[in-house]
């Protein structure tokens, strides 16, 4: 099945589970009623932002929107994965884990190319993220205060606000990152 349909069929779901029209989802995310009905469709495939926008406007982890049926146990090859891109095409995700069930964190790789950034509009209130670098070089900027990360070097901050990816090293950054929602909020 096709990232977009996914999308669309949990974003569908979702907002029927809460009762809303599309004018009203429409409104609590800011986004217009014509691009929600294209997603809900699978004639759109969202920007990561969109996806973050809708996720917060419906107050459910961004991976709610991406989730398939989960078994026990299962291995996850990266081919496998629908890539999500940022603004641009230089920056792609990698879900390998959704947010449920049992799991209140996602589990991502990104890769940014040389020389590129991407923003990310904030995560939900409290969310944290770990990162960890695999290969590349990684400026992170958070609250305007910019960490350098290498190979190896890994972070975490509260992700609730803004914060951006620089990829300033010398080969294409690919980074774990881990978005973890508190079950106490």
């Known amino acids: ?99 449920g069930g049992n799991r209140n964190f996602e589990l991502y790789q990104i890769e940014l190319d040389v020389g590129e950034q991407a923003t990310c509009i904030g995560h939900s209130e409290k969310s944290e993220e770990y990162i960890m670098v695999l290969s590349g070089e990684l400026t992170l900027t958070v609250k305007d205060e910019e960490y350098v990360l290498k190979k190896d070097d890994a972070i975490s901050f509260i992700a609730s606000t803004e914060h951006s990816y620089y990829s300033n090293g010398r080969e294409t950054l690919k980074a774990v990152i881990l978005n973890y929602y508190p079950t106490n909020i």
Request: aromatic share 8%.
């Open 1 to 99: 099945m096709e990232i977009s349909q996914i999308i669309g069929e949990n974003l569908n779901r979702l907002r029927k589970e809460r009762a809303l029209s599309l004018g009203q989802l429409a409104e609590l995310c800011d986004i217009s009623k014509v691009l929600l009905s294209q997603i809900e469709k699978g004639d759109n495939n969202p920007t990561i932002n969109t996806i973050w926008k809708i996720a917060n406007g419906l107050k459910v982890p961004y991976t709610a929107l991406l989730e398939k049926p989960e078994h026990d146990t299962y291995v996850i090859s990266k081919k496998d994965i629908p890539v999500q891109y940022g603004e641009k095409e230089s920056y792609r995700t990698f879900c390998y884990y959704t947010n």
